[in-house]
């Protein structure tokens, strides 16, 4: 895959069949789009998907906490195996590009042969433009257009909304079916306050970005990847309230039948069920006794749900 933030200099030399939208994290929903891009580029087309580097709601009304960052967005789509992920700056010359401008740009600079996006797709200078628009400059600019329906889960459709709704009250288990992958924190392995080393039950600390929704503040049942290599874990998401100081909101992860030095590594904790609320402890004891029953409670639940 080639990624690409340089949209104003970039001019592919490909035809592609293209797909645009917010894609946080490209879910369920966002598999239909995928399918029909791939669909559509069986005929020799290069797949490529342009989004945002960050989410233009952010921009205009503040931070808005989102499932996956840039650069686990980034990862998703290298799973997926397009050629091509254009994520744009959102300039103020961005922001302020009337509708039909932008698809003169995008079909301009991508070489743009379908485009393939969903019904709730809006664009340009304050979201005049969306699939109708999309469809009525087609002939004109040379390309074709496939829109896509909204999956529905029980009545509701999938989107990133109903996702962060979700993850926010806790509920892994259908945020995760929404999802159609584990919820997941990925970033690199830091030093942390050692002090599950101490008791016995040493543990790899990440550290998310402040825009990186998070689930409440708790223990978790956990899945982690290092080194492309899966291993179960137990995960506390919060402040480490027992522990002296104003530590900083982190992913502790303490992993089953695994020893060896990770700082500075790349990993990704997938996080599947909510054991129970961040505590504080009278002290370290405490604390100790408590992580000793959230490790069995972790094992039996993984051996229960993979037997």
């Excluded at 840039?70 to 700056?89: A, M, R, S, V, W």
């Excluded at 029980?154 to 892994?172: A, F, H, M, P």
């Excluded at 409440?216 to 522990?243: A, E, H, M």
């Amino acid at each position: 895959m080639r990624y690409v933030k340089d949209f104003k200099n970039i001019q592919l030399t490909e035809d592609t069949v293209l797909s645009l939208g917010k894609f946080d994290g490209l879910h369920r929903g966002h598999e239909l789009l995928m399918d029909s891009v791939f669909e559509k580029a069986g005929a020799g087309l290069r797949t490529a998907v342009f989004t945002f580097d960050i989410p233009p709601q952010s921009t205009l009304s503040g931070m808005q906490r989102v499932i996956t960052t840039n650069k686990e967005k980034q990862h998703l789509f290298q799973e997926t195996g397009i050629d091509y992920l254009i994520e744009c700056p959102f300039t103020e010359e961005i922001m302020h590009m009337e509708a039909e401008q932008f698809i003169r740009e995008i079909v301009k600079r991508l070489r743009v042969k379908w485009i393939v996006v969903g019904t709730d797709f809006h664009f340009g200078y304050k979201r005049r433009g969306d699939y109708h628009m999309l469809r009525r400059h087609a002939e004109e600019y040379g390309y074709q257009v496939c829109v896509i329906s909204k999956m529905q889960h029980q009545g509701r459709e999938i989107s990133s909304t109903y996702i962060r709704e979700e993850i926010e009250k806790g509920n892994l288990e259908l945020a995760n079916e929404l999802l159609g992958y584990p919820y997941f924190i990925q970033g690199t392995v830091v030093h942390g306050n050692q002090v599950g080393r101490t008791i016995g039950f040493p543990t790899i600390n990440i550290q998310p970005p402040p825009q990186k929704l998070l689930p409440p503040y708790g223990v978790y049942v956990s899945f982690v990847w290092l080194d492309g290599r899966q291993y179960k874990g137990i995960t506390n998401i919060g402040r480490k309230p027992t522990i002296y100081g104003d530590n900083p909101v982190g992913a502790e992860t303490y992993i089953y039948q695994f020893s060896g030095d990770v700082y500075e590594k790349e990993a990704r904790v997938e996080l599947v069920h909510f054991v129970r609320p961040e505590l504080k402890f009278d002290g370290v004891d405490a604390l100790k006794e408590q992580l000793q029953k959230d490790i069995v409670y972790g094992e039996q639940y993984l051996a229960e749900q993979m037997a």
